[in-house]
């Protein structure tokens, strides 16, 4: 019988332990605050920059649409800002941001960034705008009276 009951309370530690295993994993692959290694007191620890910069946003495109979906997804995309096909929108990581993002999760790509990628609408149109094909050179109105 103790050995039966030995056999059981070690099941359910090493179950429990696999679940805080996996628990905290999960934790440690989406926190946003990453742990630096502590650096040595030779070594002076090195400004961040850009590459280093922490995540701060979900950037959000919609990949499939969701005309067929249910009204609460269809909700769920309007709260997120997301109309069209492959419009970009960026959140703060916020538990109000990823719940909407886990909700409709099939539909979206997501990607986390740090700040400064964040781009608004207007920034996004400029970004993907075509140069002009031409250079005004001048003005021929009124030039005749300049001569």
Request: glycine letters at 6%; one cysteine or more; proline letters at 3%.
């Amino acid at each position: 019988m103790s050995g039966l009951l030995k056999s059981r309370t070690s099941t359910l530690l090493l179950s429990s332990r696999t679940w805080v295993q996996r628990s905290s994993a999960r934790c440690m692959a989406t926190s946003t605050t990453q742990e630096q290694p502590e650096a040595s007191s030779s070594t002076q620890a090195a400004p961040a920059t850009l590459e280093n910069a922490p995540n701060t946003h979900f950037k959000v495109t919609l990949r499939r649409s969701g005309i067929s979906m249910g009204d609460k997804v269809k909700g769920t995309l309007l709260a997120l800002g997301l109309h069209r096909r492959f419009q970009t929108v960026y959140h703060r990581h916020t538990p109000e941001a990823a719940g909407m993002i886990l909700k409709v999760k099939e539909l979206l790509e997501v990607e986390n960034v740090p700040a400064h990628m964040v781009r608004s609408a207007e920034e996004q149109n400029r970004e993907r705008k075509a140069v002009r094909g031409y250079q005004v050179m001048g003005n021929r109105r009124n030039s005749f009276m300049n001569v």
